[in-house]
């Protein structure tokens, strides 16, 4: 039978890279000069590459990882967000679909899926290694949600499936704090199932490095380099190990261990994209966003600040609630001194 009928064989994907071979189908993000965000784009290219090797009966395990040394993903692209998403928050509501369907086409492919994480795991690069059935973490890569400090909440996957990794203490310490996990700890917590060198010293590998011996080799100082073979022979040494399995019973077992997060994940998902695409439209996503972009000090005091004072935190300049004397336009700002539409003054005399 023809396999185009289910998937297109030979689509023209932008940002992801895609190749078959050995019984092992390979899924990249590549976006390195971006740390393998992805952007709207690139999740309707992963999701079709992901039912596409879902469908193909030459492939019995499907290794997802990022191009390059530094990031596995790095979640949704914030740059994106700032410039389509705070101003058409209505929109997001149609990303939040899109990338609903991408996570779903990893727990949905009836195949093992390893994360091959060749570095950070941030925000969306979390959720989706969650997504898979099996992790493999470089040792100078990381985990870090940032969904708080950004304006926004990591609800798609992480607030549904950490506490099924990490337990309830663990799941609010690194969704609250967004402090990074490293990989050890990583594996000690259960979000990875194995932890592997790729920091070398003069072509030698190093056991435990140290968090200023990682900062050295992704500068590549001293002689300090990262080195992925390692993880490479460790992610094909898994993926030897599960093509090696009937693959009927493969399929069922996935779907029956996904019992906890298919039921975590559909009570949920739907009220999370209504919530996220309605607080688009607040201050929070606009001012942690936007220091994102200018890379600046996001000031979290201020919106406490205003608050505080009776003030308004959701809105920039105020709830819309002056009617200009000269022209009778309503629904003003609060805090303009002027009509946004006639110029008259709205101080009171």
């Not at 297109?8 to 189908?25: G, H, N, Q, R, S």
């Not at 509501?93 to 060749?118: C, D, H, Q």
């Not at 990682?214 to 490479?232: H, M, N, P, V, W």
Request: aromatic fraction near 12%; include cysteine; glycine fraction near 8%.
């Amino acid at each position: 039978m023809d396999m185009t009928q289910f998937a297109d064989a030979t689509p023209d994907y932008k940002e992801i890279l895609y190749e078959v071979k050995d019984w092992v189908a390979r899924i990249t993000i590549n976006r390195p000069q971006r740390y393998n965000a992805y952007s709207t784009k690139t999740l309707v290219e992963l999701a079709h590459a992901f039912r596409r090797a879902s469908f193909d009966d030459r492939v019995a395990v499907i290794v997802y990882t990022g191009a390059g040394e530094r990031a596995f993903c790095t979640g949704g692209d914030v740059k994106e967000y700032a410039a389509n998403y705070t101003s058409r928050p209505r929109d997001y509501w149609k990303y939040m679909v899109l990338f609903g369907a991408y996570i779903e086409s990893i727990l949905n492919t009836g195949k093992p899926v390893v994360a091959r994480l060749n570095g950070m795991a941030v925000g969306g690069g979390n959720e989706s290694q969650l997504a898979c059935d099996l992790s493999i973490i470089a040792e100078h890569a990381y985990i870090k949600q940032v969904g708080s400090s950004v304006g926004s909440v990591a609800a798609g996957g992480s607030t549904q499936w950490l506490p099924i990794f990490v337990g309830d203490r663990r799941a609010r310490y690194i969704l609250m704090t967004n402090r990074i996990i490293p990989a050890r700890q990583a594996l000690e917590w259960g979000l990875v199932n194995e932890v592997v060198p790729s920091v070398t010293k003069d072509g030698e590998f190093i056991e435990g490095a140290t968090q200023e011996q990682i900062k050295a080799a992704l500068k590549g100082e001293d002689g300090y380099a990262i080195d992925l073979s390692r993880l490479d022979e460790a992610v094909d040494a898994l993926c030897q190990d599960l093509v090696y399995k009937f693959p009927e019973c493969m399929r069922y077992t996935k779907q029956q261990v996904n019992f906890w997060k298919d039921l975590a994940w559909h009570q949920t998902i739907g009220h999370a994209r209504d919530w996220l695409s309605v607080h688009y439209t607040s201050w929070e996503p606009l001012e942690g966003m936007g220091a994102f972009v200018e890379k600046r000090p996001v000031e979290y005091r201020k919106l406490r600040e205003r608050a505080a004072r009776g003030g308004s935190s959701e809105f920039r300049w105020g709830p819309y609630s002056k009617t200009c004397p000269s022209c009778d336009a309503d629904n003003l700002p609060a805090e303009f001194t002027f009509c946004g539409v006639c110029g008259a003054s709205l101080q009171a005399d």
